[in-house]
């Protein structure tokens, strides 16, 4: 009996002996995608505060595949998360309309903090706000 886990978890199983072909089909379909294999190293990294390794993971994915909406949410949130705003915002526009139309939870909460980037744009600085409280 042979059964295969992914993330602790069991996900596929076979009783007996397989053909060579047949063990190779079982084990493809547990082997991630190459840019599923970059996001999840992007995310150790990110987890580890290696955010340079996680970049280069990142792009690495969307250079795989450039409509992998879930990497480049990804990579706008590490983006945000070292205030590279306009850095983020280009890649928010190449998100897919699927994505950005279907109330995505991820894009709604990456949308809301470019709004209130906008929205406190045009405050003065902390320090001078700061002035004004203690005067």
């Known amino acids: 009996h042979v059964i295969a886990f ?18 190779r089909a079982f ?3 547990l082997l991630p995608a ?3 294999a970059e996001r999840r190293a992007a995310q150790y ?11 280069t993971h990142l792009e690495a994915a969307l250079a795989l595949n450039p409509g992998f909406d879930d990497a480049r949410l990804d990579l ?22 699927q994505t ?20 406190t744009a045009d405050l003065p600085p902390t320090d001078a706000l700061e002035a004004r409280i203690a005067a």
């Open 100 to 119: 950005v139309q279907n109330g995505d939870p991820r894009y709604q909460a990456i949308k809301t903090r470019f709004d209130a980037l906008d929205a």
């Open 6 to 23: 992914a993330d602790g978890r069991p996900v596929d199983q076979f009783v007996g002996v397989l053909p060579e072909g047949q063990l």
């Open 45 to 55: 990294a990110m987890a580890e505060a290696r955010y340079d390794d996680a970049l």
């Open 76 to 97: 706008i949130e590490l983006l945000l998360a070292n205030n590279q705003v306009d850095a983020a915002r280009d890649e928010a526009e190449r998100l897919s309309p």
């Open 27 to 29: 084990l493809d379909r």
């Open 34 to 36: 190459p840019e599923e």
